[in-house]
């Protein structure tokens, strides 16, 4: 049976307390971290790069779940891995070679994720689907914390997993936007497995939140 994964993003949480929100999730039980990079040209906004993800490494064992909404992510694959990163996720319209990508981040022994904004179709993934350990689908336009579920996303999911199960794949499938208690069980039912969520999580009672999510992700 195919493991859940709860992935709380911390582009939501307290800045001014983050080391505390993120022992708060990880009390809670929360297995991975996700940790979102902008660089205000694949994306209009920004948020933070290797500085903190070097001093977040520092005080939690959680998995980084590090998700790169950056041109040319190539670049700074290196200094990533060297900061702590886990897991890496680039974005296939951000990429020159998203293979050559993959493989990078591979080399360094850390897995490899590929993600899509919403209006990208799940069919350009089909030369990478064997490479990537992780496919990542935007529920929500990448970019800004706190937006709606796309209901379109629901039937992205599915054919995606119907696309991995026809190639005998077991990739996790990862979603990101919008995600509440409310329509957990709508993602999970169609297919994905690791879960990002942020205000969901940081808002109110943290711990309370995340085992909340973790319970009926059955975890």
Known sequence: ??????????????????????RHVEAAGSPYLHYDVMDGLFVPSFSFGMPVLESVRKITDMVLDVHLMIQDPD??????????ADIITVHYEACSDVKRTLDKIKEHGRK???????????QVLEDVLDLADM??????????????????????????RRM???????????????????????????????????????KGDIERNTRDFLEIMGE
Not at 2 to 17: E, T, V
């Open 164 to 202: 991995l199960d026809e190639r005998g794949l077991d990739t996790d499938i990862e979603v990101d936007g919008g995600i509440k208690k409310d329509n957990l069980r709508t993602v999970l039912d169609a297919g994905a497995n690791v879960i990002v969520a942020g205000s969901a999580i940081f």
């Open 75 to 84: 670049r700074y694959i290196d200094d990533f891995v060297r900061c702590g």
């Open 112 to 122: 490899a994720g590929v993600t899509i904004k919403p209006r990208t179709p799940n």
């Open 1 to 22: 049976m195919r493991k859940n994964y709860l992935s709380p993003s911390i582009l939501s949480a307290d800045f001014a307390h983050l080391g505390e929100d993120i």
């Open 135 to 160: 496919i990542l689908l935007m529920t929500v336009e990448p970019g800004f914390g706190g937006q709606a579920y796309i209901p379109e996303s629901t039937e992205k999911i599915r054919e995606l």
